[in-house]
């Protein structure tokens, strides 16, 4: 794609939450591979499973876009740069539409992004049990902001052919372009908390296919394809710079955990890492027994819990990785990443699995949410992302919490959920900063940076020796 940002480009929304909007982006996505096209994948929000899905359907890594932490201008560069190549991008919104960081604006929303984009919009909703209904609902959403336009409605849980007619001859303002029928087969595989990632043991390639192969018999392909081309042209050639223009790079080696147990990275994060002279280098938490030879470590978020048992019995990694922070080596721990510093994992039925030790706290494993939501932080003193005063943005999502909680251990974060009061957060121990928040570092390059400088720092450090 040039700079100009005229790539097709369609955003699947929907009517709230388990309409199917993520069936019907994964099916399209495969439908439209499928006729040999090159598709680039898209999620709203900040989502780290979805993603999966559509990665698996296109054959090529998914990108979030999230207009509370990113930011119009980030949002466009992301788009631009991972869209290059593509003849069409699909970008799956999240929850309802208009649904976003505030109740009353578009902040956050899948709407804002579609706005942002010049995409059109597909529209998912539950049409079981509903005929002329349809009408209202694509009469409502048509008027509620002239400034979103639609390509058509997708109506999902269809009892029938002739249930998919009544609806497209009720709904005149919006047109019911697609569907699907009620198949309970077709449900992605759920867990505790929430969907599996889609690898093929839980999500195998033929599930994709049958996918696929619904798409392409219930949707109108053509005038899909024809909506995202008619997407309004956007000038997005300032927005498309490297986001590392201007800065000397640092040469520097990054371990970043990536197994079952740690997947949770935003992919802008680490090209941001790369851009800035970082060499990325992935390991296994589970399966290798050390970390490689590297300047400094990242751990992501994902489901330690689920693994604790296979992560304590590699007492040589956990030894290697707790060696590395006593040398004084950079250590980036998010979430699940938290988790592995602390003392031990206790799952739901009481078990306790021992880990690295850093945090004398362990984390407590429950059967509800302890944390959800968008975050803002600022350091309250220098950290390995930088000097105080270093300003992010990001969100939690968690089952987990720290007990006994660690009252007197060094907290670098004054944090404020966006939904709800200030908390001190951000576990600085030593060279290990470890946290609850999935940071993205669009809100802040300087956060991703300062990780950078630290890690280059640590590599001469070594050196000197």
């Given at each position: 794609?040039?700079?100009?940002?005229?790539?097709?480009?369609?955003?699947?929304?929907?009517?709230?939450?388990g309409?199917?909007?993520?069936?019907?982006?994964?099916?399209?996505?495969?439908?439209?591979?499928?006729?040999?096209?090159?598709?680039?994948?898209?999620?709203?929000?900040?989502?780290?499973?979805?993603?999966?899905?559509?990665?698996r359907?296109?054959?090529?890594?998914?990108?979030?876009?999230?207009?509370?932490m990113?930011?119009?201008a980030?949002?466009?560069a992301?788009?631009?740069?991972?869209?290059?190549?593509?003849?069409?991008a699909v970008?799956?919104?999240?929850?309802?539409?208009?649904?976003?960081?505030?109740p009353?604006?578009?902040?956050?929303?899948?709407?804002?992004?579609?706005?942002?984009l010049?995409?059109?919009?597909?529209?998912v909703?539950d049409?079981?049990?509903?005929?002329?209904?349809?009408?209202?609902?694509?009469?409502?959403?048509?008027?509620?902001?002239?400034?979103?336009?639609?390509?058509?409605?997708?109506?999902?849980?269809?009892?029938?052919?002739?249930?998919?007619?009544?609806?497209?001859?009720?709904?005149?303002?919006?047109?019911?372009?697609?569907?699907?029928?009620?198949?309970?087969?077709?449900?992605?595989?759920?867990?505790?908390?929430?969907?599996?990632?889609?690898?093929?043991a839980?999500?195998?390639?033929?599930?994709?296919?049958?996918?696929?192969?619904?798409?392409?018999?219930?949707?109108?392909?053509?005038?899909?394809?024809?909506?995202?081309?008619?997407?309004?042209?956007?000038?997005f050639?300032?927005?498309?710079?490297?986001?590392?223009?201007?800065?000397?790079k640092?040469?520097?080696?990054?371990g970043?955990?990536w197994?079952?147990?740690?997947?949770?990275?935003?992919?802008?994060?680490?090209?941001?890492?790369?851009?800035?002279?970082?060499?990325l280098?992935?390991?296994?938490?589970?399966?290798?027994?050390?970390?490689?030879?590297?300047?400094?470590?990242y751990?992501?978020?994902g489901?330690?819990?689920?693994?604790?048992r296979?992560?304590?019995?590699?007492?040589?990694?956990l030894?290697?990785?707790?060696?590395?922070?006593?040398r004084?080596?950079?250590?980036?721990?998010?979430?699940?990443?938290?988790?592995?510093?602390?003392?031990?994992?206790?799952?739901l039925?009481?078990?306790?699995?021992?880990?690295?030790?850093a945090?004398?706290?362990e984390a407590?494993m429950?059967?509800?949410?302890?944390?959800?939501?968008?975050?803002?932080?600022?350091?309250?003193?220098p950290?390995?992302?930088?000097?105080?005063g270093?300003?992010?943005r990001?969100?939690?999502f968690r089952?987990?919490?720290?007990?006994?909680?660690?009252?007197?251990?060094?907290?670098?974060?004054?944090?404020?959920?966006?939904?709800g009061?200030?908390?001190?957060?951000?576990?600085?121990?030593?060279?290990?900063l470890a946290?609850?928040?999935?940071a993205h570092?669009?809100?802040?390059?300087e956060?991703?940076?300062?990780?950078?400088?630290?890690?280059?720092?640590?590599?001469?450090?070594?050196a000197?020796?």
């Open positions: 794609m040039s700079s100009n940002g005229n790539v097709p480009r369609i955003v699947v929304s929907a009517t709230g939450s309409a199917g909007k993520t069936t019907v982006t994964v099916g399209l996505i495969a439908a439209l591979r499928a006729r040999g096209m090159r598709v680039a994948a898209y999620k709203c929000g900040p989502d780290y499973l979805d993603p999966t899905y559509h990665a359907a296109a054959g090529a890594v998914s990108h979030n876009l999230d207009g509370w990113m930011g119009r980030a949002v466009a992301t788009f631009a740069r991972t869209s290059a190549n593509a003849e069409i970008i799956e919104g999240m929850m309802g539409l208009f649904d976003g960081a505030t009353t604006g578009d902040e956050g929303s899948t709407a804002e992004i579609a706005k942002w010049g995409a059109p919009v597909l529209l909703t049409a079981s049990g509903m005929a002329r209904t349809v009408a209202a609902i694509a009469h409502g959403f048509a008027h509620f902001d002239p400034a979103v336009k639609f390509a058509g409605l997708i109506c999902n849980r269809l009892g029938s052919r002739r249930h998919l007619d009544l609806l497209r001859e009720a709904s005149r303002e919006i047109p019911v372009i697609g569907g699907l029928p009620a198949d309970a087969a077709a449900a992605f595989p759920g867990r505790h908390l929430g969907l599996f990632a889609a690898d093929e839980h999500v195998p390639s033929a599930s994709i296919e049958s996918w696929a192969r619904h798409v392409g018999e219930w949707f109108d392909l053509d005038a899909i394809v024809a909506a995202a081309r008619n997407a309004s042209a956007i000038d050639a300032a927005a498309s710079a490297d986001t590392a223009t201007g800065r000397a640092l040469p520097c080696r990054i970043v955990a197994d079952e147990a740690f997947h949770f990275y935003y992919d802008d994060n680490l090209r941001r890492l790369e851009s800035l002279g970082a060499e280098v992935r390991f296994s938490p589970i399966h290798d027994a050390e970390p490689p030879a590297v300047d400094g470590l751990f992501g978020g489901y330690p819990e689920a693994h604790a296979e992560l304590a019995e590699n007492r040589t990694m030894d290697a990785v707790a060696a590395m922070h006593r004084g080596a950079p250590i980036y721990a998010e979430c699940g990443g938290l988790m592995y510093f602390t003392r031990g994992i206790r799952t039925d009481g078990a306790v699995f021992p880990m690295a030790g945090i004398p706290a407590v429950h059967d509800r949410l302890q944390a959800l939501g968008y975050v803002e932080v600022e350091t309250t003193q950290t390995l992302l930088g000097a105080a270093l300003r992010f990001g969100h939690q089952y987990s919490t720290l007990e006994p909680a660690p009252e007197g251990l060094n907290r670098a974060y004054a944090a404020r959920a966006r939904r009061g200030p908390f001190n957060e951000g576990f600085a121990v030593g060279s290990l946290t609850y928040v999935h570092w669009a809100s802040n390059p956060a991703a940076a300062g990780f950078v400088a630290s890690c280059a720092a640590a590599r001469a450090r070594a000197g020796r």
